[in-house]
């Protein structure tokens, strides 16, 4: 049997489309997480803590930051949020800030964190929206991550797994760093 010319293009142009989209799903750790080639240089972090008071992440420089942005009302925010709360359990170097992005209304996320059983990370709140500006958000939940430094070295846009076997790998390696 003989195959024809534009037979075997065909096949080895369906061969290199899948070598290249599997070396690209190679690289992206987790669905929505991306990894920046370099850091992008992050300035004046500020928020509010659980008694809305004033939270500096410039002070808290020389650790790994996990911030999370995230709504009552964002059911993947409300469906990512326990595989949070087991990533801070996993990772006790690991400095997490789940922030919420409606106007604080401390029973609302209370209520909130009480339903899923959330009881080892603590609420922040951005009153203002002006992470939600400094970061360009496009929706909830985003996750940013800072190195210790301060700098964005990766970010997630939209519900991801925090117990994916690769991701705990990259912030370990991070921490260890």
Known sequence: MKISKSFKVYIHTLLITFICSYSYADQQIIKNFSVHESPILIKNIKFKDFNLQDVDLNQNKGNIVVLNFWATWCAPCKKEMPSLSELSRKLPNLK??????????????QNFYNELEINNIKIYFDPEFNLAKKFRMRGLPTTIFLDKSGNEFARAIGEIDFNSKKLIELLEKKINL
Not at 96 to 109: G, L, Q, S
């Open 96 to 109: 997490v800030y789940a922030i919420n992005m409606e106007k604080p209304n401390i029973k609302k996320v």
